[in-house]
């Protein structure tokens, strides 16, 4: 074959089966380097490539990436690779150079050559115009600024996507004829700051300031504005809750400012911060914050409002938080004889105080008396059945809380017993008797007298009983009389006084048979000293309680035996044992005084005798 021949079927191979280069991204900003990316698809091409030259004579190659296998070779205007091979089967072989742009007026296409084995491509590279100057945000300060502050921290951001921000200044005067003041400002990461002296300004004044700000083509962005001087704190005060809160509690509060037209302010819960907003300047500002994360109890609430340079006032105000209802506590009898009074004890309390407390018995009104957290009030009823106690109460903060009771009311059986004697000496017979007046029909025949003697059980006769005992040594005590009838008790009380027998005034010879007589001749024994608690008023009866639920049931309790009689008693043997005019003479000065003292005790005892006290009807449980 020729050699003509031969170049032309190269020629057509090569035309059949070039390689494709592509260069990626293609542009590149003024003033900025930018990776280019040369893709080679040798895919069936018609030759092994060996070679991969980049001309740029325009466009400054600054640098090119090394591959192994490859020989790199790089200058301003050159990027070559060679001494390596994409064979035919290679799609896709990627080879790096950087380029570094000029600074343009307008975008501008910059040709470059490849050259790969034989062939040889144009590509175009458009180095961009960056038609945006630096943006400036986040100015600080801005609107206010402290006033005469030689120091203020002066700041913003500023950036500039395309081709970065070479410089910013601060530049401020009086907004009026004076002179201008410009700092450079420093850059860290995208936030460019310095120092004002602000200390010619003074509170009220005003200042212009202009940020300044250009990128690497030299396109200049400014952003300007107006500082208010301000030296003074806000003002804030409290309207409310002042005294409680609950659940759910509007917090109000006004914010005013010398300067500020808006103030920041927070509220808190001791030191949790329930809510934060910006408020106008002079306004009241209510914010409805739940609160049931809290615990009952005292708390204290703040508000706390800042001005636009950072000047705050706090107003602290302690308060209770109440989130529960009242409590109530219902003392009542639970069994009340038709027709009888009883008292209706009822405790209410609460943390922040009561709104009303209203109590109905059988849904009529009971008129309460208050004491305290007590509130008295009495029912009463003329029918027999279980009845309905309602305490009804709220609290300031809204809370309510009902309380019900139940009381039986049961017949009014009237049992009444009488002492015959009432007052004796010991070793008389006494007859306790008396009547059940029935109210309705019974089925209980029997009474139980309660006496010292012990306890006897007598059956009616008719509606009668009567009982005898001994009286025991002298003393005061309670004889009982139960009647019990459909498991309720009926009682009535009466009051035994038992005296000493009395004696002639003469030296006290003790008899010494541990009996505690005085056995004396014209002796008069002082009368003993008596409790003061004696009652020598009939004990206070009670309504008859329901089985099992009442207190426990008085039992016959004889009063303090005449205590001070083994102390005032010298034993047999102690007395015979003193010798001497001295010892009888003090021992008859202390019966002197002795005697001299319980006379005047005895004078100042209320009268032993029941002094005509209607005891029917005085009834007890007795279970
Ligand atoms: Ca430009
Ligand atoms: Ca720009
Ligand atoms: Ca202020
Ligand atoms: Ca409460």
Redesign the pocket.
Known sequence: MKTPTLLLILLLATTAYAATVTVTPATVYETTTAWEQLDVNNYKGSSIITKITVDSPSLTITDAAEYLGWTQTQDADTAEWKNGTIETNVKDAAFEFQVSAPNVTSNSTVPITITYGSGSTVLNVTVLNDATPPAITGVKPNTYARANNAAQLVSANIIDAETSVSGATYTWNDCGSGPDSTIVLTKSLDTYAGTANFSGYSEGGKACYKFTAKNNPGETGTLTGELLF?????NVSISSPTTFATETTDFKFTAS????TTLSCEIKLDSTTLDTVNVTNGTTTTLTKNLTGFTEGSHTWTATCT???G?SATKAQAIMLDTAPPSIIIDYTPSIPRTQTSELKTTVTDTVGLASVNATFEGAAIVLTKSGDVYKGTISSNTTGTKTIVVETKDDAGHTTTKTATVTIVPNHIVTLTLSPDSTTTGSTITASGTITKDGNTTSTEVIVKTPSGNTTKTLSGSDYSSTFIAPDPGTYIITTEFTEAGYTYKALATLTVRTISAAPEPPVFSGDGAGEWRTSGYVKPPEPQAPTTPSNPVTPTQPQAHGTGPASQQYVPLPPESPRSALTPKGTGVFSLGGAVKWLAILLALALLIGLGVYSYNRRGPKEDGGIDWNGYFKDGS
């Open positions: 301000d030296g003074t704190a806000p400012d010398n300067i500020a001005d636009g340079v000047l």
